[in-house]
Structures are given as C-alpha cells and as structure tokens.
C-alpha cells in the first residue's frame, strides 16, 4: 500500500492530519499534531494443508474478489491471538473439522492484493475430528491430488506450497 494511500489521512491517536515524510529510508505516514509514525504493516494469515494420501484439503470462495476460486482453507490471525490457534479455529470455521497442527510447511509474503498485503504460514495438519463441511467464507470442500489442484487458485502463494510439497515429495522418493 502507498504511503499516499487516501485510507489513511487522520493519525489514529490523535485525529491529526498525516503527512508524508521521509523516515528509516522510506517515506512515513507521520502525524502532524502529535509526531508520531503510522507503520503500515501487513496482516498475518494462517492456513492449514491437510493431506489424505496423495491428496490434500481444497475450499472454494463463497464471496467476495475470489468467489468461485479455490485455496487452502485459511483464514487471519485476530488481534491478540496466538497464531496457532488461529489456524485451528480458522480450519473448522471453514471446514467443520478439528485439527491438530503439525511443522510449519511454508511462509511467504502475499503481494496479489496491494490494498491487503499479508504474510501467510502454512502449517501440516491432522484431522482428530468433526464432519468435513464447507463454512464460513467457502461453499464446498474437498480433496484433491497433489499435482492436480481444482481451477482457478485464489491465491497466487497457494500454487508456491503446492511446488514445495511436490519438491519435497519428489526430493524424499528414493530413486
């Protein structure tokens, strides 16, 4: 997001007016009342990759700009909430299914979307229970193969997890 971004004209703790100025080698958002620095920072998101074989968990977009495309269920991390948790709740929200967390499989910083930049971790997961049933923010649910994931992808970092997880399948296999 662009330091000029008209979303952002008033500081936040005092209501003045934000100016532009140049702070750590970059331009800032600054207050021109009170002095302070707004930091435009990207959100955190949490996904979860639960494989069934050779297979792993999809969810299509119910609404808004990706409706119709398909992602690794996922979902943002609430102010004050452990990461970990997020995901959890995250995955049942959108899945019905109660999972246990596993290693972290990939993080990468999501640019698709300039006016939400996030940073996505994407965590193993193992289903302890529940019924597998599309909520929240998709309207169906399903496995897929690995090397043939349902069409379109919501997000663009979605087909980076893919690659790794088949790079790191085709690095285990002995040959």
Same mark, same amino acid.
């Given at each position: 997001?662009?330091?000029?971004?008209?979303?952002?004209?008033?500081?936040?703790?005092?209501? $003045? /007016? /934000?100016? %532009?100025?140049?702070? $750590?080698?970059?331009?800032?958002? #600054?207050?021109? &009342?009170?002095?302070?620095?707004?930091?435009?920072?990207?959100?955190?998101?949490?996904? #979860?990759?639960?494989?069934?074989?050779? +297979?792993?968990?999809?969810?299509?977009?119910?609404?808004?700009?990706?409706?119709?495309?398909?992602?690794?269920?996922?979902?943002? #991390?609430?102010?004050? &909430? !452990? /990461?970990?948790?997020?995901?959890?709740?995250?995955? @049942? +929200? &959108?899945?019905?299914?109660?999972?246990?967390?596993?290693?972290?499989?990939?993080?990468?910083?999501?640019?698709? !979307?300039? &006016?939400?930049?996030?940073?996505?971790?994407?965590? =193993?997961?193992?289903?302890?229970?529940?019924?597998?049933?599309?909520?929240? !923010?998709?309207?169906? #649910?399903?496995?897929?193969?690995? +090397?043939?994931?349902?069409?379109?992808? =919501?997000?663009?970092?979605?087909?980076?997890?893919? @690659?790794?997880?088949?790079?790191?399948?085709?690095?285990? %296999?002995? %040959?």
């Amino acid at each position: 997001m662009s330091c000029n971004s008209p979303h952002y004209r008033f500081c936040p703790c005092c209501g $003045g /007016l /934000l100016t %532009t100025q140049p702070r $750590g080698g970059r331009d800032r958002l #600054v207050c021109q &009342e009170c002095r302070k620095v707004l930091y435009i920072n990207p959100a955190v998101g949490v996904a #979860v990759v639960v494989r069934r074989g050779k +297979e792993i968990l999809w969810g299509r977009r119910a609404g808004g700009p990706y409706r119709g495309a398909w992602c690794i269920p996922c979902g943002y #991390v609430e102010w004050g &909430e !452990d /990461l970990r948790a997020a995901a959890v709740r995250e995955f @049942q +929200e &959108e899945t019905g299914l109660i999972v246990e967390l596993g290693e972290v499989l990939a993080v990468h910083s999501n640019f698709h !979307d300039p &006016e939400r930049l996030t940073v996505g971790i994407w965590f =193993a997961g193992q289903i302890t229970e529940g019924v597998l049933q599309a909520g929240d !923010d998709l309207d169906a #649910v399903g496995f897929f193969p690995l +090397e043939a994931p349902p069409l379109p992808l =919501a997000f663009p970092t979605d087909t980076l997890v893919v @690659q790794e997880l088949l790079n790191s399948a085709a690095a285990s %296999t002995p %040959t």
